[in-house]
């Protein structure tokens, strides 16, 4: 069996081979190989995209047999690790050499490769992605040749392949910055529509990491900020072991789901269901060593669309989008996710060149999503928005290149290093054209 399926359920695609390279020379051979065949070769990551982007159409080029950190370098305070290594692994690895990555997304199932060439992200700091967190990076690139880059080496593939999309070649390894292994205390509290988006600017300036959360049809937000601490990990006073169960297990994924199929049975239930799940979240305070700050489990299966809009835009059009919603039939029982990223250098950046606010949208894996994301695109394109590159869009190359200047040197680049086209599919067919 080796059909290809995405964590949503949403894609899916039917490899012709599939080959699970542990070295370097083995990724060569694999796409060589498939050069001579004159057939595709793409490497997977977790599949927790919810778009097509991974989805492999000739050889699907498995992640396991790379896993793993090759280097630490604690004077560059930089660490080098395979590129299928799943970020929860280098997670845990890096907090026993006393080392962390500065900031994540609020997963940590991905591979490290996956992550970046869809430019997954958190919020705040002074590097919201894990592809700005890159210092270096090894690729075979489509002669079968490894390509080593890094702002002295190659800069200009080192500005592209960070967030490569998985169009310019295949990952080997990536190099990351890294910090000391510190305390992150997270504050979270219940918030009411108006004042929150009152106070946003004074949120994320007055804080290391800033994450809103709005229940839809109901004037409830969550707001969670996250502070570096001058303390050592083992003074961290994390929640009990019940207190993180109930939050962050039994009522983010648990219970929720519970809600979530009562409000699909009963949709008219929804917005009521919405109120009482604003009115049940309480204030809280904990610190924890950053990435079991930043991440925790996600059971509810889910399709999310996510749109970057520049900092000073984000917040109207998360205004229009509550308009829209209200004067809808729609019934949204997942909350709307509001997060800050600086600006960064990356070609294909959804935060290049400006400090964006993200807005995310959910629905349940069931439920048809296509007027709902459909409607709100619209606002969000018409503020100048960039969709995520791993999350539902339909967006297609025309239409994305006026909304990055640095447009047609990623597909330079590409023309380079992919000439035959080995990395590409359906979907980066629709986005960046033959
Ligand atoms: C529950 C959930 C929570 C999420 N939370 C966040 C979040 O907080 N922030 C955020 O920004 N995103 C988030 N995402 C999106 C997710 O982080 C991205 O879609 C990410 O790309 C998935 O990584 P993956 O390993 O599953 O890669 P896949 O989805 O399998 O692949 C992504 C891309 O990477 C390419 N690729 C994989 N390996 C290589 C390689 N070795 N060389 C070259 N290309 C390669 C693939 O070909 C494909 O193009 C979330 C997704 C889910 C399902």
């Not at 993180?244 to 983010?252: C, E, I, N, R, T």
């Not at 190359?397 to 590409?414: I, K, N, S, T, V």
């Amino acid at each position: 069996m080796t059909q290809w399926r995405n964590w949503s359920g949403l894609e899916s695609s039917d490899p012709t081979d599939v080959v699970t390279p542990a070295s370097v020379a083995e990724v060569a051979a694999a796409v060589t190989d498939a050069a001579e065949r004159g057939t595709t070769v793409k490497m997977v990551g977790t599949g927790h995209s919810f778009t097509g982007i991974a989805a492999p159409e000739g050889v699907k080029l498995s992640p396991a047999a790379l896993s793993g950190i090759l280097a630490v370098d604690r004077d560059a305070m930089t660490v080098t690790a395979l590129a299928g290594t799943p970020l929860h692994v280098l997670n845990d690895e890096l907090a026993r050499l006393g080392l962390s990555l500065h900031n994540m997304g609020d997963i940590a199932e991905q591979t490290l490769a996956g992550a970046t060439s869809t430019g997954t992200h958190g919020t705040g700091g002074t590097k919201a992605s894990l592809s700005a967190q890159v210092s270096g990076l090894e690729m075979v690139v489509g002669d079968g040749t490894l390509v080593r880059a890094s702002r002295d080496e190659n800069p200009d593939v080192f500005a592209a392949a960070r967030l490569g999309l998985g169009a310019l070649g295949v990952l080997t390894s990536l190099t990351f910055d890294v910090e000391p292994l510190g305390v992150l205390e997270a504050h979270e509290q219940p918030m009411l529509w108006d004042e929150a988006l009152a106070r946003y600017d004074e949120f994320v300036d007055a804080n290391h990491h800033c994450d809103m959360y709005w229940f839809p049809h109901t004037d409830r937000m969550q707001v969670k900020v996250n502070n570096r601490l001058d303390l050592e990990p083992d003074e961290a006073e994390p929640l009990s072991r019940f207190r993180a169960w109930l939050d962050d297990d039994f009522l983010s994924n648990t219970a929720f789901a519970g809600v979530n199929a009562l409000g699909n049975r009963a949709p008219g239930l929804v917005p009521r269901l919405n109120e009482l799940s604003g009115r049940l979240l309480s204030e809280r305070t904990y610190s924890d060593v950053p990435h079991r700050v930043f991440t925790s489990p996600r059971r509810v299966v889910f399709r999310e669309m996510e749109y970057a809009l520049p900092r000073e835009t984000g917040l109207a059009a998360l205004r229009e989008v509550r308009r829209l919603i209200d004067a809808s039939d729609w019934r949204i029982s997942f909350p709307v996710e509001v997060r800050m990223t600086p600006s960064d250098d990356l070609t294909l950046g959804t935060s290049s060149g400006r400090d964006s606010i993200y807005l995310a949208f959910h629905v349940n894996r069931r439920t048809d999503h296509t007027a709902y994301f459909g409607g709100v695109e619209e606002i969000l394109r018409a503020h100048d928005g960039r969709p995520h590159w791993g999350k539902v869009h339909t967006r297609t190359a025309d239409d994305l290149a006026p909304a990055y200047p640095r447009w047609q040197e990623f597909l330079d680049l590409r023309d380079r290093l992919d000439p035959d086209r080995l990395f590409t599919n359906t979907y980066l067919r629709r986005v960046l054209g033959d």
